[in-house]
């Protein structure tokens, strides 16, 4: 499955980041997050995967249902470990789902949206790549690694950037 590849790109990219960072620095507020860690956008990113995971066999998915763990965003160790478990559990077929959300901060009242498991699978690897961005961020605010070229960039753009480098 192509999706499941390209979770697994950016997911080998994610942990091999991890790997070069302190515990201090993965759990250290950064002022260019709003005070926000990188662990917490770590968790984030294992959390809406998981929420597909959990809701997949009754068919409905609701990612305002995550666990916000602490342990995840403080851990990276832990999270590390979670990614990869993440992706083992990618490999389900496609089927159709529910997307349950509340979109009005004024309302109480979830709203259903059809849609299917490899489109939630898309949605996740793009939402994933764009908090991959804000850890590069925070990195950039917390730490000297050497981040590799496209870490939170996607992969349209660098398509794009490597047709116009031609």
């Given at each position: 499955m192509q999706l499941q590849?390209?979770?697994?790109n950016v997911f080998v990219q994610l942990?091999?980041?991890?790997k070069q960072l302190s515990q201090q620095e993965y759990a250290q507020p950064c002022?260019?997050?709003f005070q926000n860690t990188i662990g917490q956008h770590v968790r984030h990113i294992i959390e809406l995967f998981?929420?597909?995971?959990?809701?997949?066999?009754e068919g409905v998915i609701n990612y305002e249902k995550?666990?916000?763990d602490s342990v995840i965003e403080?851990?990276?160790e832990f999270a590390t470990k979670l990614l990869n478990e993440v992706y083992l559990k990618l490999d389900r077929a496609d089927k159709d789902l529910t997307l349950e959300a509340i979109y009005d901060d004024l309302s109480d009242q979830p709203i259903s949206i059809r849609t299917n498991y490899s489109r939630e699978i898309a949605y996740n690897l793009e939402h994933t790549i764009h908090h991959m961005a804000l850890?590069?961020?925070g990195?950039?605010?917390?730490?000297n690694i050497n981040l590799p070229t496209n870490f939170g960039v996607a992969s349209s753009t660098v398509k794009h950037r490597n047709q116009c480098a031609q």
């Amino acid at each position: 499955m192509q999706l499941q590849q390209a979770v697994n790109n950016v997911f080998v990219q994610l942990a091999e980041t991890l790997k070069q960072l302190s515990q201090q620095e993965y759990a250290q507020p950064c002022s260019t997050l709003f005070q926000n860690t990188i662990g917490q956008h770590v968790r984030h990113i294992i959390e809406l995967f998981q929420c597909l995971e959990n809701g997949y066999d009754e068919g409905v998915i609701n990612y305002e249902k995550r666990k916000r763990d602490s342990v995840i965003e403080n851990d990276k160790e832990f999270a590390t470990k979670l990614l990869n478990e993440v992706y083992l559990k990618l490999d389900r077929a496609d089927k159709d789902l529910t997307l349950e959300a509340i979109y009005d901060d004024l309302s109480d009242q979830p709203i259903s949206i059809r849609t299917n498991y490899s489109r939630e699978i898309a949605y996740n690897l793009e939402h994933t790549i764009h908090h991959m961005a804000l850890i590069r961020v925070g990195i950039n605010e917390v730490s000297n690694i050497n981040l590799p070229t496209n870490f939170g960039v996607a992969s349209s753009t660098v398509k794009h950037r490597n047709q116009c480098a031609q």
